[in-house]
């Protein structure tokens, strides 16, 4: 069987499917409809079910080609009544066609489906890199046919299924599978776009067939079967026990800790991915939490390479977060716990500190640790609990122990030492060496001191909101009254010239991580027109912050009652602002070393006539190996990149689930909804634009970014009403940014409702009803 038009492909498929129902049809040509219109109606009304409510729908020439499927591009007509309404849809469809070939268009009638549990589009293969996976997007909340292709559907989801899997799909979703199966054997071919529904008895129905356009070179099947078969045994070993630690199993998720989704994106290119390891996940971030208080899991990497893709191991993250004083028993049934609430929740995969784990304390604590009664913990294990957090937090921010101030002061030594070295006459090679080296130990580890001490102080303001001692507004004023090097950015961009503002924040770029993103002072009209900056009078006042003497006494009993800084208000205010601010500014400083690393490694690639692009596929290691050896570096650049850009190929046409639960999710999985964090109060309406937009588009518009990095901080000097994300969390530099400058915005909004508003042109977001509308 061949594909013909719409109504042709489906009436020939009609007496041949055997998985799915597909509704009788009354077709007809534009020219016999302008001709005799009469004769076509009489031919309706004879039909069984011309009296139901109908859909009048197009079939195009042209439409549904294995070049371009014009989906969406002309008119379909639904719940019709009558001939009256019958006849102003023909004529609204057939006005939607272009005037050209006009013999050749059709139009058809079906019947209206009544009572649709779900409908939806499902492709035989990903049409967006050639990955052999069923990708099925359905709606089973709105009772609508159209939701999914319209993008009106409230509960969007999306499933996938690797064609190769030992494991079945999962119900009903698996007689959609068949029924791809069976069209794909009917119509010889396994690229199909088909559209589906299911009512509420069950039956599945078959509303269009058409070949899937535009499909990407597909993936060596052997090849990517094999690959998805190491990592469904690598998250099976996950699920063992494994010595020194607490928890019985492990889960992976991309946002959990350190978030890499966020910072280097789920299919980072290898350079990325290695500096992202070397500077922060190996050991760095273990080092830290055990200065800290924590439990000591230095031997442990936080993250786990799973065919490129950065997961977060997620029992040794927990087990991070554990106070180094509590009882074992009471660890390891924490552990558990932690896990299966994350399993049951997997929502909160990007929010787990907020949301599944007890990390510090909190003067709302003891309501937070009630919940603990539930499931199996006693009143004893509460206490012994609480008390060890409390520890913890009074160890942390108490200034007799000096740890962010010593993390400060590792800071300003940082900037020090990279002077030191970029002044030195060492070899380029060594200069990358000893910039990564002394960013480990006096950037990225101080950093995340500071970033935990950060967290802690936001988890305070938080519940002082909480037990209304502070307001939410109190909160939001308290957070952009902050001085941060953030904050800092717009007013020099106001008030410095070109050359004094680059030599300040030219070291900066959206990708932090990543070669190929060009810094300020690479690209400056990229990112800024200086040209208007210094006409620029929009300076937003800061809110005052002040805390009343009723609120005052208040923090001051809580502080007395729970033996934390001996009640002094004015000690705590000032180790929340140290950490906010801190976090910020170490940041700020590690970046630099970073930045002059990632350009120095794109200088000695040209060296050997390597474009960054290429070298963005080695492997950072490559400068450790030539700098403890006599290698040959040309040759391990080149060996590092070939190796780095076969692997990333693959990585490319592999789908994981952002939350990898058990081993089955390797070959099965659907997205897990999310749930997006709302920055602000406020609400804005404005246009769609992207990060590659032109700038002048910018003013007045809602930005959708992919990450929450701190290097797209040139974005707030834009003049936009808002910004979402995909990845970030509520406590990522672009949320603090955002609250700092009461720029409503959607942190961590998920792949599933980001790529919903990208294809909007008009959105609003409103903050404090914490929800997005596409208004068109």
């Given at each position: 069987m061949v594909f013909g038009t719409k109504s042709e492909t489906l009436e020939r498929l009609k007496e041949r499917v055997t998985e799915a129902i597909v509704l009788p049809q009354l077709q007809f040509a534009v020219g016999e409809w302008r001709m005799n219109q009469a004769g076509v109606l009489e031919r309706l009304r004879k039909l069984p079910w011309a009296g139901q409510p109908l859909i009048v729908r197009s079939s195009a020439a042209g439409e549904d080609g294995a070049e371009a499927s014009l989906a969406g591009r002309y008119d379909s007509v639904l719940d019709v009544h009558g001939e009256g309404e019958v006849i102003l849809a023909v004529h609204s469809v057939i006005a939607s066609y272009p005037q050209q070939d006009g013999a050749l268009h059709h139009v058809f009638i079906q019947p209206m489906l009544a009572d649709i549990a779900s409908s939806g589009v499902a492709f035989s293969a990903n049409p967006n890199n050639g990955g052999h996976y069923i990708v099925i997007n359905y709606d089973d909340s709105s009772g609508a046919s159209d939701s999914v292709t319209a993008g009106t559907g409230g509960g969007l989801k999306t499933y996938y299924y690797f064609k190769g899997s030992p494991e079945p799909p999962a119900e009903p979703l698996d007689r959609v599978i068949a029924l791809i199966r069976e069209l794909e054997a009917i119509l010889m071919t396994s690229r199909l776009d088909i559209e589906f529904a299911f009512d509420t008895a069950g039956r599945l129905y078959l509303f269009q067939a058409r070949p899937l356009a535009a499909v990407c070179e597909p993936a060596d099947m052997r090849e990517q079967t094999e690959l998805l078969q190491r990592i469904h045994d690598k998250v099976e070993q996950g699920q063992q026990r494994q010595p020194y630690l607490f928890g019985s199993k492990t889960v992976y998720g991309v946002m959990p800790d350190w978030n890499p989704a966020e910072i280097i994106g789920v299919r980072p290119r290898p350079l990325a991915l290695s500096l992202y390891k070397e500077l922060v996940t190996d050991s760095i971030w273990a080092y830290q939490r055990s200065r800290y208080g924590y439990q000591n899991v230095r031997s442990f990497p936080l993250l786990i390479d799973l065919g490129g893709v950065p997961y977060i191991d997620v029992r040794v993250s927990f087990n991070s977060f554990l106070p180094r004083e509590l009882d074992a028993a009471l660890s390891e049934k924490l552990l558990n716990y932690y896990m299966e609430r994350l399993i049951a929740n997997p929502k909160h995969h990007d929010k787990v500190e907020f949301e599944i784990i007890f990390s510090c304390f909190t003067f709302d604590l003891d309501r937070q640790l009630s919940g603990l009664l539930e499931h199996g913990f006693d009143p004893a294990e509460l206490e012994q609990l609480a008390q060890c957090l409390k520890e913890l937090t009074n160890h942390i921010i108490g200034p007799n122990n000096g740890l962010l101030r010593s993390d400060l002061e590792r800071i300003d030594e940082?900037?020090?030492?990279?002077?030191?070295?970029?002044?030195?006459?060492?070899?380029?090679?060594?200069?990358?060496?000893?910039?990564?080296?002394?960013?480990?130990?006096?950037?990225?580890?101080?950093?995340?001191?500071?970033?935990?001490?950060?967290?802690?102080?936001?988890?305070?303001?938080?519940?002082?909101?909480?037990?209304?001692?502070?307001?939410?507004?109190?909160?939001?004023?308290?957070?952009?009254?902050?001085?941060?090097?953030?904050?800092?950015?717009?007013?020099?961009?106001?008030?410095?010239?070109?050359?004094?503002?680059?030599?300040?924040?030219?070291?900066?770029?959206?990708?932090?991580?990543?070669?190929?993103?060009?810094?300020?002072?690479?690209?400056?009209?990229?990112?800024?027109?200086?040209?208007?900056?210094?006409?620029?009078?929009?300076?937003?006042?800061?809110?005052?912050?002040?805390?009343?003497?009723?609120?005052?006494?208040?923090?001051?009993?809580?502080?007395?009652?729970?033996?934390?800084?001996?009640?002094?208000?004015?000690?705590?205010?000032?180790f929340l602002k140290t950490a906010i601010e801190g976090r910020e500014y170490s940041k700020f400083v590690f970046t630099k070393s970073l930045s002059e690393a990632l350009r120095l490694f794109g200088e000695v690639a040209a060296e050997y006539g390597i474009s960054k692009e290429e070298a963005a596929y080695a492997n950072i290691l490559v400068i450790k190996r030539a700098y403890e050896s006599d290698g040959d570096l040309r040759s391990l650049l080149h060996s590092s990149i070939e190796e780095g850009k076969r692997r990333h190929k693959a990585t490319l046409q592999l789908e994981l689930p952002p939350l990898i639960t058990k081993p089955a999710d390797v070959w099965r999985f659907s997205y897990p909804e999310c749930e997006p964090n709302y920055i602000t109060l406020r609400e804005a309406t404005g246009r769609v634009v992207f990060p590659e937009d032109e700038r002048d588009r910018f003013k007045g518009s809602i930005l959708l970014l992919p990450s929450a990095d701190p290097g797209y901080d040139w974005i707030f000097s834009t003049g936009i009403a808002g910004f979402v994300t995909m990845y970030g969390g509520a406590n990522s530099h672009m949320a603090i940014r955002a609250g700092e400058l009461s720029i409503p915005a959607v942190i961590g909004a998920g792949e599933v409702l980001y790529q919903r508003c990208s294809q909007a042109e008009l959105l609003t977001i409103d903050c404090a009803g914490k929800q997005m509308r596409i208004i068109r």
């Amino acid at each position: 069987m061949v594909f013909g038009t719409k109504s042709e492909t489906l009436e020939r498929l009609k007496e041949r499917v055997t998985e799915a129902i597909v509704l009788p049809q009354l077709q007809f040509a534009v020219g016999e409809w302008r001709m005799n219109q009469a004769g076509v109606l009489e031919r309706l009304r004879k039909l069984p079910w011309a009296g139901q409510p109908l859909i009048v729908r197009s079939s195009a020439a042209g439409e549904d080609g294995a070049e371009a499927s014009l989906a969406g591009r002309y008119d379909s007509v639904l719940d019709v009544h009558g001939e009256g309404e019958v006849i102003l849809a023909v004529h609204s469809v057939i006005a939607s066609y272009p005037q050209q070939d006009g013999a050749l268009h059709h139009v058809f009638i079906q019947p209206m489906l009544a009572d649709i549990a779900s409908s939806g589009v499902a492709f035989s293969a990903n049409p967006n890199n050639g990955g052999h996976y069923i990708v099925i997007n359905y709606d089973d909340s709105s009772g609508a046919s159209d939701s999914v292709t319209a993008g009106t559907g409230g509960g969007l989801k999306t499933y996938y299924y690797f064609k190769g899997s030992p494991e079945p799909p999962a119900e009903p979703l698996d007689r959609v599978i068949a029924l791809i199966r069976e069209l794909e054997a009917i119509l010889m071919t396994s690229r199909l776009d088909i559209e589906f529904a299911f009512d509420t008895a069950g039956r599945l129905y078959l509303f269009q067939a058409r070949p899937l356009a535009a499909v990407c070179e597909p993936a060596d099947m052997r090849e990517q079967t094999e690959l998805l078969q190491r990592i469904h045994d690598k998250v099976e070993q996950g699920q063992q026990r494994q010595p020194y630690l607490f928890g019985s199993k492990t889960v992976y998720g991309v946002m959990p800790d350190w978030n890499p989704a966020e910072i280097i994106g789920v299919r980072p290119r290898p350079l990325a991915l290695s500096l992202y390891k070397e500077l922060v996940t190996d050991s760095i971030w273990a080092y830290q939490r055990s200065r800290y208080g924590y439990q000591n899991v230095r031997s442990f990497p936080l993250l786990i390479d799973l065919g490129g893709v950065p997961y977060i191991d997620v029992r040794v993250s927990f087990n991070s977060f554990l106070p180094r004083e509590l009882d074992a028993a009471l660890s390891e049934k924490l552990l558990n716990y932690y896990m299966e609430r994350l399993i049951a929740n997997p929502k909160h995969h990007d929010k787990v500190e907020f949301e599944i784990i007890f990390s510090c304390f909190t003067f709302d604590l003891d309501r937070q640790l009630s919940g603990l009664l539930e499931h199996g913990f006693d009143p004893a294990e509460l206490e012994q609990l609480a008390q060890c957090l409390k520890e913890l937090t009074n160890h942390i921010i108490g200034p007799n122990n000096g740890l962010l101030r010593s993390d400060l002061e590792r800071i300003d030594e940082l900037e020090a030492r990279r002077a030191i070295i970029m002044d030195s006459s060492l070899d380029k090679v060594s200069q990358i060496y000893w910039l990564l080296e002394d960013c480990k130990r006096y950037g990225t580890l101080p950093f995340a001191g500071l970033a935990r001490g950060g967290f802690i102080a936001v988890q305070l303001l938080r519940s002082l909101v909480a037990i209304d001692i502070l307001s939410d507004t109190d909160y939001q004023h308290y957070m952009s009254s902050l001085e941060t090097v953030s904050s800092r950015i717009s007013q020099d961009y106001s008030e410095l010239d070109k050359q004094s503002f680059l030599d300040k924040y030219g070291h900066l770029r959206p990708g932090t991580y990543e070669l190929c993103s060009p810094r300020y002072d690479e690209a400056p009209e990229q990112y800024f027109a200086f040209e208007l900056s210094q006409n620029s009078s929009d300076k937003p006042d800061k809110p005052s912050f002040s805390l009343s003497l009723a609120q005052y006494r208040r923090i001051q009993a809580l502080l007395l009652e729970h033996g934390l800084l001996g009640g002094d208000v004015l000690q705590l205010f000032d180790f929340l602002k140290t950490a906010i601010e801190g976090r910020e500014y170490s940041k700020f400083v590690f970046t630099k070393s970073l930045s002059e690393a990632l350009r120095l490694f794109g200088e000695v690639a040209a060296e050997y006539g390597i474009s960054k692009e290429e070298a963005a596929y080695a492997n950072i290691l490559v400068i450790k190996r030539a700098y403890e050896s006599d290698g040959d570096l040309r040759s391990l650049l080149h060996s590092s990149i070939e190796e780095g850009k076969r692997r990333h190929k693959a990585t490319l046409q592999l789908e994981l689930p952002p939350l990898i639960t058990k081993p089955a999710d390797v070959w099965r999985f659907s997205y897990p909804e999310c749930e997006p964090n709302y920055i602000t109060l406020r609400e804005a309406t404005g246009r769609v634009v992207f990060p590659e937009d032109e700038r002048d588009r910018f003013k007045g518009s809602i930005l959708l970014l992919p990450s929450a990095d701190p290097g797209y901080d040139w974005i707030f000097s834009t003049g936009i009403a808002g910004f979402v994300t995909m990845y970030g969390g509520a406590n990522s530099h672009m949320a603090i940014r955002a609250g700092e400058l009461s720029i409503p915005a959607v942190i961590g909004a998920g792949e599933v409702l980001y790529q919903r508003c990208s294809q909007a042109e008009l959105l609003t977001i409103d903050c404090a009803g914490k929800q997005m509308r596409i208004i068109r």
